[in-house]
């Protein structure tokens, strides 16, 4: 078994991110580093405002080669009514 951290490159990174896209052109859609710090931070320098890419794990299941998945788009804001705050359970029949 190998230190490395294996990525695997999604397309929806290499729609997203021009970088990533060039970098799998040149030398296809995984990337192997020394760390997952290191794969991390490739992530961050591929990633902008208007174009987010990051860093997912694979799921323990997955018996493929990759470690992590470059994946991009836009996470879904986080759902729910307008009031979210944290109250005692015994107070939510008390909304006013």
Partial sequence: MTDEYV???KPSARKRSRAVGEWV???GPW???PTKALAREWARECSR???PVWLQDAPPWDDGPADG???GGRRAPATGSADTRQR???DVGDRA
Avoid: G, S, T, W
Wanted: charged share 30%; no cysteine.
């Fill in 88 to 90: 005692p359970l015994d």
């Fill in 49 to 51: 405002p208007d174009a």
């Fill in 25 to 27: 052109n040149r030398e």
């Fill in 31 to 33: 990337r192997a580093f």
């Fill in 7 to 9: 990525v695997a490159v």
């Fill in 69 to 71: 998945y470059l994946v």
